[in-house]
């Protein structure tokens, strides 16, 4: 039996293994890729290599343009922080356009645990795994940056100090507050799998609000560098909504699902009778 749940082990740490490898080579291809495309990709077309403006360094530009403070002055400090920002944000981009792939390989590393009739939804679990991560990308460079950007710089502003900040830090409070963001909100994902998989009951989820609600504002206190409680409200309320939106999808699936503790035992007691049966060798 022990012997039996190594080999079992085993075989699920090497297909982890194995998914994650090919989604490190996705990425590595896509960083390559976007590192090198033009802002014009008609270039790429008609091969016109004329004054080749590099997509991402027209991205940094559209970042300072619409989230840096207006009188505040970035400074690079290191005569590597341009090309730490340029590989950053690459690696932000291809993340973001690898996403479809890799949610396609979590899918299909949970698939074997769930029901044949659930891993007919893999293309909604992409979608929705796709969405959810957008959105809060999304929600954050458009409402917690520039409210943390904009409550940093009233501090600065009140202290009459002049308001030089390094680029690095800039760019990473955006690339990694947006890439943070987006993960956090596919959290509903990882909480659906656990209840399919049977490792968390919806009753058990229901009596966790609190505790949930309370864990949550301290990891939000934490990631965010507004001093203020201002992120942190910005980022939690809207999870806390997801999660009760969860909570009700998942009541409304489970209630007619059949209990696969039986199914599983009925399994096992076919296998064993299988087993018993067969003519020995």
Do not use: C
Not at 27 to 51: E, G, Q
Not at 211 to 224: D, E
Not at 270 to 277: F, I
Request: hydrophobic letters at 50%.
């Amino acid at each position: 039996m022990a012997e039996f749940f190594e080999s079992d082990v085993w075989v699920h740490f090497e297909e982890l293994m194995s998914r994650l490898r090919k989604i490190v080579y996705m990425m590595v291809f896509s960083i390559v890729v976007v590192m090198s495309l033009p802002a014009d990709l008609s270039k790429l077309t008609r091969l016109d290599f004329n004054d080749y403006e590099l997509l991402v360094t027209v991205l940094m530009e559209y970042i300072q343009d619409t989230l840096l403070p207006d009188g505040v002055t970035l400074i690079a400090f290191n005569w590597l922080d341009s090309f730490y920002i340029y590989m950053s944000l690459s690696f932000a981009l291809s993340f973001v356009v690898t996403l479809p792939y890799l949610a396609y390989q979590v899918y299909g590393f949970i698939a074997p645990a769930i029901y044949e009739n659930e891993k007919k939804s893999i293309f909604t679990f992409v979608i929705v795994f796709m969405g959810l991560f957008l959105f809060g990308a999304a929600y954050s460079y458009y409402v917690i940056v520039p409210t943390t950007f904009s409550v940093l710089y009233k501090f600065v502003y009140q202290t009459r100090v002049m308001p030089f900040y390094a680029v690095k830090d800039f760019f990473d409070v955006v690339t990694f507050g947006l890439l943070g963001s987006g993960l956090l909100y596919t959290f509903p994902i990882v909480i659906y799998f656990l209840v399919q998989l049977d490792l968390v009951l919806v009753e058990e989820l229901k009596s966790m609000r609190r505790h949930l609600f309370v864990g949550l504002s301290i990891l939000t206190a934490v990631l965010t560098p507004d001093p203020t409680p201002v992120s942190m409200i910005l980022m939690t309320i809207p999870f806390y909504i997801l999660f009760e939106i969860t909570i009700i999808v998942l009541s409304i699936t489970m209630r007619n699902r059949p209990d696969k503790t039986l199914i599983d035992g009925l399994r096992a007691s076919d296998e064993l009778l299988a087993r018993k049966n067969s003519p020995k060798e």
